[in-house]
């Protein structure tokens, strides 16, 4: 016990440096996107007026704050554009979350499955695809989904379809993108959970009289829900703010929160407006992070 | 036993496993193989060929492209990886101190932040602070990011070491820091150097962060990659992406290979 105490102490000091790194680098940086987004756009490099300068002391400071501007935020909820833009983030990364937890369940509860000396090379089989390249992986779906492409080739072939489908630049091609950029976040999480699960519950319940399938949905589904809670937070959180595959293969007409900013700040170079974006994404995404933080912790420091 | 576990797989299970690794893989597949095409229409099969490996090797944009990135990832891995392992270290053997909470959650949530938030704050850091943007700007970005990941590995691995280990060695007279270096740090090396090459990875692969940091003509390799592909397929596009996939898939054996030594070490370092 004691020699904890004596290790704590050097351990902290440990700490100092990435904790100064994440201070300057991670949670400064929110500060000017705070300041930026309630300054006015100015056609000037940079392109926005500066709401106020530390250096000139708290007189300027307290002058500022009397004319800070709300312009952008009054502009985010009363231009249809980003109200839509926010709804359909939600609704892409709802939709999003449904397919993969459908099509992951299955993987995660096959790899689970597999005899035990099989699933390390099944988890490094999911892995590996979280290591290439998110962009050449998104890339290679274009290659497939073309006009031209191999699954008009195929579907032509076989004579399911008469003249080749459109399905880049469309919701479906998506979809399509981010269920398979999001796999492995889906997949992880469930097998981390279902590769605990006792075996000997399962035999109780059938020694109990259970049918497999009410074995699976009263013991093996409730007693996973850490990891579907854990695995649906990890695909949403990100999926809301994606911009590189909507993007990619999406069609122009609607566009997601991560677009919406990207446009505003390269192409419009209104950088208070692509701040005020990121003020109110962020504000989406705040409930769901603290719930994951939460279930961070309870995995990190309660398995231990 | 091994008969019963096997007996466990249901058709259904079998299916689904078969179904998911194809629809991970195929698509890569696909490309690799059709960057050795030589046709330039990128959906016809003109027979195997190198043309487009030739191509892009002398397409002088792009290599620069790839030497900016190939740096940026070496140096933000290296810097992610010094930090990400003492904040680790921090956590789990520092037991509780002041700002924890805090500290904890901004290394957790980099991981899930979306990139264009991330990419965006620390553009406008830099712009404040009147930095000139290219190379060391993208580095930090990617430092910041990469070094949470880093702080993930290191930590479960730190975690699911047996602390008696440390203890023995300040009972045999080492200071906490000798224990460290002495005792500590040999048995997480594996992980260490598998963060290295996830940091690595991770940084060669980024767009979005590097878009909003970099300044002009200094463009990583994905950008590049990203403003080619939005003009549509090419075949020299493959040939890149694939080289890319080498690459990675190197860097992975090795991961793969540090991580088995560390677990066999864990074990035979477990009856001391």
Known sequence: ????????????????????????????????????????????????????????????????????????????????????????????????????????????????????????????????????????????????????????????????????????????????GIVYSYLPFMILPLYATLSKMD???????????????????????????????????????????????????????SMMIGQTLWLEFFTNKDWPVAAAAAVALLVLLVPPLLLYDRLQRRTLEGGR | MMARRIGRMSPFNITALALGMAFLYLPIVILVIYSFNASRLVTVWGGWSLRWYHESFNDRAMLDAAWMSLRVAAVSATIATLLGTLAAVGLVRGERFRGRTLFSGMLYAPLVMPEVISGLSLLLLFVALNAERGFWTVTIAHTTLTMCFVTVVVQSRLASLDRSLEEAAMDLGCDPVQAFVRVTLPLILPAIAASWMLAFTLSLDDVVIASFTTGPGSATLPIRIYSEVRLGVKPEINAICTIVIALIAVLIVIASLASNLSSSEAKSAAPL
Not at chain 1, 44 to 53: E, K, L
Not at chain 1, 230 to 243: D, K, N, V
Request: glycine content about 6%.
């Open chain 1, 1 to 176: 016990m004691s020699t904890h105490r004596i290790f704590a102490r050097p351990a902290r000091y440990a700490a100092i440096a990435p904790y100064l790194w994440m201070v300057l680098f991670f949670l400064v940086p929110f500060g000017f996107v705070l300041k930026i987004s309630l300054s006015q756009t100015a056609i000037a490099q940079p392109p926005y007026v500066p709401v106020f300068d530390f250096s000139e002391g708290w007189s300027a400071i307290n002058a500022a704050f009397a004319q800070l501007s709300f312009d952008n935020f009054r502009l985010l909820i009363s231009d249809s554009l980003y109200i839509s833009s926010y709804l359909r983030s939600v609704v892409v990364a709802v939709t999003s979350t449904l397919i993969l937890l459908l099509i992951g369940y299955p993987i995660a509860y096959g790899m689970a499955r597999l005899p035990q000396r099989w699933q390390p090379i099944a988890m490094m089989l999911v892995i590996v695809p979280f290591w290439t390249s998110f962009l050449i992986r998104i890339y290679a779906w274009i290659n497939i989904l073309q006009h031209d492409g191999l699954l008009n080739k195929i579907l032509l072939a076989l004579h399911l379809v008469s003249s080749p489908v459109v399905w880049l630049s469309t919701d479906t091609a998506m979809y399509l």
């Open chain 1, 199 to 253: 075996p000997s519950l399962l035999e109780a319940a059938s020694d109990l009289g259970s049918s497999p399938r009410q074995a699976f949905w009263l013991l093996t589904f409730p007693l996973s829900l850490p990891g579907v809670g854990a695995g649906a937070l990890l695909c949403f959180i990100p999926i809301i703010g994606e911009f590189v595959i909507p993007d990619l293969l999406a069609g122009s007409g």
